[in-house]
T-cell receptor, first 110, second 113 residues
Framework: QKEVEQNSGPLSVPEGAIASLNCTYS??????FFWYRQYSGKSPELIMF????GDKEDGRFTAQLNKASQYVSLLIRDSQPSDSATYLC??????????FGAGTRLFVKA | GAVVSQHPSWVICKSGTSVKIECRSL??????MFWYRQFPKQSLMLMAT?????????EQGVEKDKFLINHASLTLSTLTVTSAHPEDSSFYIC?????????FGAGTRLSVL
């Protein structure tokens, strides 16, 4: 069973702090990794994707991938209350099927 | 990013009726689309994979005769919930793949009375 595991949270951080969200995956054949944000009652929206080991930065967001450890993370710098949402990690193998984690709820306290 | 349109965003229907939900890729062609269901405070549950020009692939436990999927063109997939019952009330979300990235529609909230 191919799985993507996330801590359900909630993760609570103060405004302005760094939020660190983590994810592990079981399928070593996974090649592409994604982070989606889902606000309550809304559908997921893509934040970032990463294919190669290392870091990828986009504004306040940094995705980190370590294929040897089968580990993906998302860092959110200068967290804002508007970042409060559920963050979904996803992994895709060579085909089109993407496996989603159950999500981590993040609360950013003003 | 790519845009996926889903319609309607909200539907209320009587028990026993059928409801059709449309999912369109607006600025790209999608040979593969996905249909998900999400209950409150729960994670996404993949229902089926919709392939243009062929039969959909349903996940285990999803009734193919109840959730009819048609993917007649490269930009449109439809999900029909047949003979809907209150337990079918949920948030239905489609996605379309461009390259290997999934882009989601806004979702359809179905309430069956």
């Amino acid at each position: 069973q191919k799985e993507v595991e996330q801590n359900s949270g909630p993760l609570s951080v103060p405004e302005g702090a760094i939020a660190s969200l983590n994810c592990t995956y079981s399928d070593r054949g996974s090649q592409s990794f994604f982070w989606y944000r889902q606000y309550s009652g809304k559908s997921p929206e893509l934040i970032m994707f990463i294919y190669s080991n290392g870091d990828k930065e986009d504004g306040r967001f940094t995705a980190q991938l370590n294929k040897a450890s089968q580990y993906v993370s998302l860092l959110i710098r200068d967290s804002q209350p508007s970042d409060s949402a559920t963050y979904l990690c996803a992994a895709t193998t060579g085909g089109f099927k993407t496996i989603f984690g159950a999500g981590t709820r993040l609360f950013v306290k003003a | 990013g790519a845009v996926v349109s889903q319609h309607p965003s909200w539907v209320i229907c009587k028990s026993g009726t059928s409801v059709k939900i449309e999912c369109r890729s607006l600025d790209f062609q999608a040979t593969t689309m996905f249909w998900y269901r999400q209950f409150p405070k729960q994670s996404l549950m993949l229902m089926a994979t919709s392939n243009e020009g062929s039969k959909a692939t349903y996940e285990q436990g999803v009734e193919k005769d109840k959730f009819l999927i048609n993917h007649a063109s490269l930009t449109l997939s439809t999900l029909t919930v047949t003979s809907a019952h209150p337990e079918d009330s949920s948030f239905y979300i489609c996605s379309a793949t461009e390259g290997n990235i999934q882009y989601f529609g806004a979702g359809t909230r179905l309430s069956v009375l």
